[in-house]
């Protein structure tokens, strides 16, 4: 009774008590049978789970680069693992020449991963390419799409270039002749975010494109948290 309880609080050793006895209590839950409320006939309820098919990358979420910050840690693979190993890059793939792997070291605090990408020859075949959430990245024509990364590199200035691809069977077979819109831009020694739009003309589109990321010199460089959105997305 509310008494009882009163005269208990008296008390250090007997409101220890008390506090037991309420939390090994039984519960007990009221349900009340029958509609309570009206619901409008415009709602709807959609429910999905992400972490087994990507149900929210790409949708809810307008971002197009899979893996974009190097922390699946496998999860994209067959093989999964808790902890990052140095070829847990999927879905990106290395091309021509490059080596790319994980390795620890970010510019954020709670990023625990980067992506290391080594290119040793001065052409524009060899980097790295992402091919999207869904078996490519969907590419329309006229519209733009918002870019950004944070880049560093190991010594020295080094030119990137990031475009969109529309190939005609695979992102190895031409970098050059797939693609439909390019930016280039200076990375040096310490960690920098890179912005920028890249705009497609009316004819490019390709429901297969790719993202790709080549170093116009021989190079070691570290990039981390990739962005591609189209710019007519919603929010």
């Given at each position: ?36 409320f009206d619901v409008n006939q415009q709602m709807y309820g959609l429910s999905h789970d992400p972490e087994h098919n990507h149900g929210g990358e790409g949708g809810l979420f307008d971002e197009l680069v899979c893996n974009r ?27 021509g020449g490059a080596r790319a792997s994980v390795i620890p070291g970010s510019p954020f605090s709670t990023n625990k991963h980067m992506l290391q990408l080594r290119s040793v020859a001065n052409t524009t075949t060899e980097g ?108």
């Open positions: 009774s509310y008494s009882f309880c009163t005269l208990l609080g008296t008390s250090n050793m007997l409101y220890v008590w008390l506090i037991a006895c309420i939390v090994t209590a039984p519960p007990v839950v009221n349900v009340k049978y029958g509609r309570q910050d190097f922390e699946s840690l496998g999860r994209l693979t067959e093989e999964k693992s808790k902890e990052a190993k140095p070829e847990d890059i999927s879905p990106w793939f290395p091309i790295i390419v992402n091919p999207g959430l869904f078996e490519g990245v969907p590419i329309r024509g006229g519209i733009s799409y918002h870019v950004s990364v944070f880049a560093k590199s190991d010594e020295g200035s080094i030119d990137v270039r990031l475009s969109l691809q529309c190939p005609t069977t695979s992102p190895t077979d031409s970098i050059e002749s797939g693609s439909v819109a390019h930016h280039v831009f200076t990375v040096r020694p310490s960690w920098k975010k890179f912005s920028f739009t890249l705009s497609t003309d009316d004819h490019q589109s390709c429901s297969d494109g790719f993202f790709a990321v080549i170093p116009l010199q021989a190079s070691l460089l570290y990039f981390d948290i990739f962005s591609l959105r189209p710019s007519d997305a919603l929010g």
